[in-house]
């Protein structure tokens, strides 16, 4: 069974910094790659970043570009999400998705919960 597990959510300040994790296990596929999804509340799911899980390339929204960064630790299934400069807007749950390759099935993590006020 497919289990994607999510931490380092919390409250920070504007202009502060937070570090999410999230590990894949019971994996019975190759990834493809590895995305970043959040939900403001009362709004529609928006992509934050990906990365491919082969050469590590990643793409981000233009919301986020030059502001937070994904990176992976192949070995451990492993995908993080640093996330600096945070504004208010950036208050969302954010969830990890795994897209296997071959496949249109994609998994998702529960979501952590990430606040940005003073």
């Known amino acids: 069974q497919v289990q994607l597990v999510e931490s380092g959510g919390g409250s920070v300040q504007p202009g502060g910094s937070l570090r999410l994790s999230c590990t894949a296990s019971?994996?019975?596929?190759?990834?493809?790659?590895m995305d970043w999804i959040r939900q403001a509340p009362g709004k529609e799911r928006q992509f934050v970043g990906m990365?491919?899980?082969?050469?590590?390339?990643?793409s981000y929204a233009g919301s986020v570009k030059g502001r937070f960064t994904i990176s992976r630790d192949n070995a451990n299934n492993t995908v993080y999400l640093q996330m600096n400069s945070l504004k208010p807007g950036d208050t969302a749950v954010y969830y990890c998705?795994?897209?296997?390759?071959?496949?249109?099935?994609?998994?998702w993590g529960p979501g952590a919960p990430v606040t940005v006020s003073s």
């Open positions: 019971g994996l019975t596929f190759n990834i493809y790659a």
């Open positions: 990365i491919s899980w082969r050469t590590g390339s990643t």
């Open positions: 998705r795994v897209r296997p390759y071959g496949s249109t099935v994609a998994y």
